[in-house]
């Protein structure tokens, strides 16, 4: 099975701040890898799709890269709104696999 | 609009069963594959189980393997998962997702709780 390292667990930033967050994979993915921002007692919102794909209506602040094994999410002027957790995920086929996700705070 | 309503969770004590449905409408069901994912609590997402849009193809996470099963019914337009020999650790939201690569629409969970 593909693993997903994603770090770091959490992070403290101000508004305005820009954010990275990186995921590795156990082995190649090509770019099968998408992100997601979840906030408590919703349900998880897609970002970016296919490593950096924005998802329609997402604000261009959100970006991704990578492809391979490492991949990286950026939150640029990090808005009061993003602070949430944030997950990767992996697909091989039907076979998914999450990050452990990062939760970003307010500093 | 799409919509995917979670049903079944609840209070269940070790080693008994339960069935969660996800009721879905706004789309063509059939033509889509579908997921379980679940949040334990203070815990990050796990993927649980997921199925082709036939229902042919089913893929499961090693930690419910054997225990938990996914099917759906493409005449009723509802996602199940049967969940067996369940565990306290099996306690979590559970989410089910539609999509084959990524999950775009989400329903809004529901709680199971394996405590005895």
């Known amino acids: 099975d593909i693993q997903m390292t994603q770090s770091p667990l959490s992070l403290s930033a101000s508004v305005g701040d820009r954010v990275t967050i990186t995921c590795q994979a156990s082995q190649d993915i090509a770019n099968y890898l998408n992100w997601y921002q979840h906030k408590p007692g919703k349900a998880p919102n897609l970002l970016i799709y296919e490593a950096s794909n924005l998802e329609t209506g997402v604000p261009s602040r959100f970006s991704g890269s990578g492809s391979g094994t490492d991949f990286t999410f950026t939150i640029s002027n990090l808005q009061p709104e993003d602070f949430a957790t944030y997950f990767c995920q992996q697909y091989d086929n039907l076979s998914l696999t999450f990050g452990g996700g990062t939760k970003v705070e307010i500093k | 609009q799409v919509q995917l309503v979670e049903s079944g969770g609840g209070v269940v004590q070790p080693g008994r069963s339960l069935r969660l449905s996800c009721a879905a409408s706004g789309f063509t069901f059939s033509s889509y594959a579908l997921h379980w994912v679940r949040q334990a609590p203070g815990k990050g997402l796990e993927w649980v189980a997921g199925i082709s849009y036939g229902g042919d193809n089913k893929y499961s996470a090693h930690s419910v393997k054997g225990r938990f099963t996914i099917s759906r019914d493409n005449s009723k337009k509802i996602l199940y998962l049967q969940m067996n020999s369940l565990r306290v650790e099996d306690t979590a939201v559970y989410y089910c997702?539609?999509?084959?690569?990524?999950?775009?629409?989400w329903g809004q969970g529901t709680l199971v709780t394996v405590s005895s």
């Open positions: 997702a539609r999509g084959q690569q990524w999950l775009y629409y």
